[in-house]
């Protein structure tokens, strides 16, 4: 029998394979990389399990990562309460009747005549005035073509007796504070002259009042014609007062035929005696107050 030297087993010079004796064992480098190509060393680290609470993982301590979208989509009135729902759409209903009634009252205010103006406009009325009153009407055919301008005058009390003031033109005043003036006030624009349309809405041509407003609109242009009358010193007490009104129509542009008048029309409303409702707040005597 051959010996395993004679076969050759381990190398062709019938040594076995093993370390060389007479090589010199080589230290790796520990500032060289590692052999991508080397298997890794298998990792020393436990695994963790997963946290309870945190939704990574399957076990019993994971949430339901469907927990927090339902939480999420039940907001606004949907996170409420039956009865709270409830309410709120009791509430949002009625909200939304009245702002449907209110716009339309207001759209039959302004609109032009028609049937449902001529069955219901005192309900329609009932409900604009005086809070939601329009000074405008949809599709007007004729604008304003007169301009009206208001005038005062004054019986004053004085050291030589009694004397009567000259006209004194109120509009006139109001227009030369808005001319020029960027940023006029809307009681310069506007307070003489919706008073004056109060006041010619609710008297007829015999200036007779028509009912309660128009006794209000009469106080109302008593006390703006004081408080202007208080910007000027007449030297003495005013105790009557006189207002007129003076419509003169536009005249017609150049280029058009048509002739019309410009001559003024007046108003003349009868003399006032002033008392002390008529005057402005801390002007007024006491006594003649309680009086």
């Known amino acids: 029998m051959d010996s395993y030297d004679d076969r050759g087993v381990g190398g062709r010079?019938?040594?076995?394979?093993?370390?060389?004796p007479g090589a010199?064992?080589?230290?790796p480098?520990?500032?060289?990389?590692?052999d991508p190509?080397?298997?890794?060393e298998p990792s020393r680290i436990p695994s963790q399990?997963?946290?309870?609470?945190?939704?990574?993982?399957?076990?019993?301590?994971?949430?339901?990562?469907?927990?927090?979208?339902?939480?999420e989509s039940r907001s606004g009135m949907a996170g409420l309460s039956f009865p709270y729902q409830v309410a709120a759409a009791v509430a949002l209903a009625v909200?939304?009747?009245?702002?449907?009634t209110q716009l339309a009252m207001v759209f039959l205010h302004v609109a032009p005549s028609n049937t449902l103006t001529k069955q219901h406009g005192k309900g329609v009325d009932e409900w604009v005035y005086p809070e939601f009153e329009q000074n405008w009407k949809l599709f007007a055919p004729n604008p304003l073509q007169q301009n009206v301008?208001?005038?005062?005058?004054?019986?004053?009390?004085?050291?030589?007796?009694?004397?009567?003031?000259?006209?004194?033109?109120?509009?006139?005043?109001?227009?030369?504070?808005?001319?020029?003036?960027?940023?006029?006030?809307?009681?310069?624009?506007?307070?003489?002259?919706?008073?004056?349309?109060?006041?010619?809405?609710?008297?007829?041509?015999?200036?007779?009042?028509?009912?309660?407003?128009?006794?209000?609109?009469?106080?109302?242009i008593r006390r703006i014609v004081m408080l202007r009358l208080g910007e000027h010193d007449y030297g003495g007490t005013v105790e009557r007062i006189q207002v007129r009104s003076e419509v003169r129509s536009v005249a017609a542009p150049p280029w058009s035929d048509e002739k019309i008048s410009t001559?003024?029309?007046?108003?003349?409303?009868?003399?006032?005696?002033?008392?002390?409702?008529?005057?402005?707040?801390?002007?007024?005597?006491?006594?003649?107050?309680?009086?």
């Not at 190509?37 to 890794?40: E, G, K, L, S, V």
């Not at 909200?95 to 449907?100: A, D, E, H, K, Q």
């Not at 029309?265 to 002033?274: F, I, K, M, Q």
């Open 37 to 40: 190509r080397a298997d890794p």
């Open 149 to 220: 301008a208001v005038h005062v005058r004054a019986e004053i009390a004085g050291p030589d007796g009694r004397r009567t003031t000259p006209w004194m033109n109120l509009s006139g005043e109001d227009g030369k504070a808005i001319r020029g003036n960027p940023l006029p006030s809307h009681v310069q624009q506007n307070e003489l002259r919706r008073g004056w349309d109060f006041y010619l809405g609710s008297h007829d041509s015999q200036n007779r009042a028509n009912g309660l407003r128009g006794s209000l609109s009469e106080q109302y």
């Open 13 to 20: 010079d019938g040594r076995v394979a093993g370390p060389d």
């Open 95 to 100: 909200i939304g009747l009245v702002t449907c």
């Open 29 to 34: 480098d520990p500032g060289a990389e590692a």
């Open 24 to 27: 010199v064992p080589t230290v």
């Open 263 to 291: 001559k003024p029309s007046y108003r003349v409303l009868p003399w006032w005696n002033v008392t002390a409702a008529d005057l402005p707040e801390g002007s007024a005597d006491p006594k003649e107050t309680d009086q």
């Open 49 to 71: 399990s997963p946290v309870p609470g945190t939704g990574t993982g399957t076990g019993t301590g994971g949430a339901d990562p469907r927990g927090d979208a339902g939480s």
